[in-house]
């Protein structure tokens, strides 16, 4: 038999030698399935194998509903405690800017009292804020509109 197949390897080209490989191990397999089948059938008819054997797949079911369980409760932890951190982290970021905010505030307003102690000291008349000019304009106007609608 192996002088036969040294032959055919040496005379048959390459693509019909893989070929014959391909039919040879499709064939090996199969035989050896249908073994394996015929042998675990005749273990099923037996009666007290084939109750030991749902069990023991039950069980093995159950195993693997609990282990699949175990492993989604673990990795939803693992989710939880990554946006946990995300948010720790965008607190303490929010907290550093709004402490920034507030400090550059306290500066301003120093400014703001520094530098109105200079003009009261220079003796020059404090300018006064636009808005204070618009509600004054406004407050004339609407006097004004008062007379008018009082004459009429």
Known sequence: ?????????????????????????TARYLRFMSYEVSRRQSRLETGSHLETLESRLAARRDGFYQQMAKEVVERTDLVLQQL????????????????ALEEELARLRVAV?????V????????PEHPATHARERSGRRSAE???LAASD
């Open 1 to 25: 038999m192996r002088w036969l197949r040294e032959f055919l390897k040496k005379t048959l080209p390459t693509p019909i030698v893989n070929w014959l490989r391909r039919w040879m191990g």
């Open 84 to 99: 946990d951190r995300k948010v720790e982290g965008q607190g303490a970021r929010h907290a550093e800017r709004l402490q």
């Open 113 to 117: 009292e520094e530098l109105g102690a």
């Open 119 to 126: 003009i009261q000291r220079s003796g020059a008349p404090a």
């Open 145 to 147: 509109r008062r007379k």
